[in-house]
């Protein structure tokens, strides 16, 4: 009976064990990544899921998968989105929250080095980096047909690629399940959400385990974040008093749409006394590229553009005909987004020794990778995303809504305002939340498990700028703990 009972827990470990080995993809698995050296801190696998293409051709969606560090059988699992539209979610793999980030001090021309991420997500949570939609990243097409997608696609192909995923990954699918992601990701997120939510009511399956989501610095309602840019440059010391009192008096607080050409005026004042400064983190200087002069004009345009209040919806860029959206890299004839020095991952990520360590094709059939796409041709469709994120926390889902305080693109300010428009109740009135025992930002908290919280001195990208905090947010929020 001894013998029986010690060698019972042993086989079925060892099945266990077979049987995940079997159900992950092979070739899947990532052994060694160049420019890190010593051992991974826990199992990384990355690959391509092809999905069916319109009207022909196939998708081939870039992921890498990031094991969680503390208990990868039983921690959530964490979609990862950049937003854009059009930009990588290996930005946020190596400049956020990833494994690594990028040694300092490297300079360009040889292999970036990177080193272990204390504040990375994947000590407490599995981490899924998708590059979405297909033409992003390392994302790619046989038919180039396929790089013209909207909202509404979008959410469909990355709900096909998650049923696909955890069929490849079926050892995962009793773990509690989050999307997320920051920008435009605030578009994705939700309509993903629903997606997904659609898919469980209508017993597909496999059935995701799926819990809620976090969105950063999210782009959500037209109204809300088109309006807020005034109030919040006012609040934060960039514009006058003067500027502040005669866009009250022309635009009569509807910022977002100038109803007259005396409005349109004053907010150009706006616009102007804004220029030059980071639009994703007000406190932090405007890294310009080393290019030409002509050039130099070309991304300081784009940079006073690039927030400038459209006539349809939001402060991230100005929408085109037929509600198109013009990437940053097509509007400026260049890759680079303003203000962001993205060199490091360039040319980490175009290095066919990394490519093939992280099972990605090679540029000459993926192409070369960029921080936000230039091929793809994006229509938005969503004007508002408040009846979404009604629908997703009025039946049970856990929201958490969080702001750098200090980005420009999506002000906080406006965030705020949405989530209080919900018209829950507040459990948890407007209060401080702690970091390393100093105040890290704000928090209100309402039913339905929705929480809005604010980082103190964050940008745009919060996890970038805000580690350490974003960490203890992250985690405290995922284990279901106070924040």
């Known amino acids: 009976m001894k013998a029986l ?23 899947s698995l990532i052994t060694s990544i160049p420019g890190f050296t010593g051992r991974l801190p826990s199992e990384h696998r990355a690959g391509y899921v092809s999905i069916d293409g319109k009207p022909a051709g196939k998708k081939f969606l870039f992921y890498y998968f990031v094991a969680s560090q503390r208990n990868a059988s039983e921690d959530p699992i964490v979609l990862w989105l950049n937003g854009g539209p059009g930009c990588s979610s290996f930005d946020g793999f190596v400049y956020e929250h990833g494994p690594f980030n990028f040694q300092a001090g490297q300079s360009k021309g040889s292999l970036p080095k990177l080193q272990l991420n204390p504040f990375s997500w994947s000590k407490v949570s599995s981490v899924l980096y998708l590059d979405s939609p297909c033409g992003v990243g390392l994302s790619y097409s046989d038919n180039p047909k396929n790089y013209v ?9 990355t709900h096909l690629f998650l049923l696909k ?8 699918l009793s773990n509690p399940f989050y999307i997320s992601g920051e920008s435009y990701a605030g578009v994705y997120v939700p309509t993903l959400a629903s997606a997904v939510v659609e898919g469980i009511e209508s017993g597909q399956k ?3 385990n799926f819990k809620g989501y976090l969105v950063g610095n999210g782009v959500t309602d037209e109204y809300f974040d088109g309006n807020a840019i005034v109030p919040f440059a006012f609040g934060m010391g960039l514009i006058s008093n003067d500027i502040f009192e005669a866009c009250q008096k022309t635009c009569k607080g509807k910022y977002y749409i100038p109803r007259s050409p005396t409005c349109s005026n004053n907010i150009n004042r706006v616009y102007e006394a804004l220029s030059g400064l980071n639009p994703y983190n007000i406190l932090e200087s405007c890294y310009q590229y080393p290019s030409s002069t002509e050039e130099g004009k070309k991304l300081e345009g784009l940079n006073s553009t690039f927030i400038k209040i459209s006539g349809r919806r939001w402060s991230v860029r100005p929408l085109g005909r037929d509600g198109r959206v013009p990437l940053t ?15 490091l991952a360039t040319e980490w990520l175009n290095d066919e020794a990394v490519r093939k360590a992280i099972h990605a094709a090679p540029a000459s059939v993926a192409g070369q990778w960029i921080i936000c796409s230039r091929r793809v041709e994006y229509s938005s469709e969503v004007d508002t995303l408040i009846p979404y994120h009604k629908n997703l926390t009025s039946q049970g889902y856990r929201a958490l809504i969080y702001s750098g305080d200090h980005d420009r693109v999506v002000p906080f300010t406006g965030t705020q305002a949405w989530t209080r428009s919900m018209g829950y109740k507040i459990i948890e009135e407007w209060r401080s939340w702690l970091s390393n025992e100093q105040v890290a930002g704000f928090l209100q908290a309402y039913d339905k498990n929705l929480t809005f919280l604010t980082i103190k001195g964050a940008g ?5 700028y805000k580690p350490m905090e974003s960490f203890d947010f992250y985690h405290r929020w995922l284990d279901g703990k106070p924040i």
């Not at 009972?5 to 092979?26: D, S, V, Y």
């Open 5 to 27: 009972r010690f060698t019972c827990p042993i086989a079925f470990l060892l099945f266990l064990c077979l049987t995940a080995i079997r159900a992950a993809p092979e070739g």
């Open 149 to 157: 997608t909207g909202d509404f696609q979008t959410a469909s192909d």
């Open 165 to 172: 995923w955890f069929k490849l990954y079926p050892e995962f």
């Open 206 to 208: 496999p059935l995701i």
């Open 329 to 343: 890299p097509q509007a400026a004839s260049t890759f680079h987004v303003p203000c962001i020095n993205d060199d």
């Open 460 to 464: 745009h990208m919060v996890p970038q």
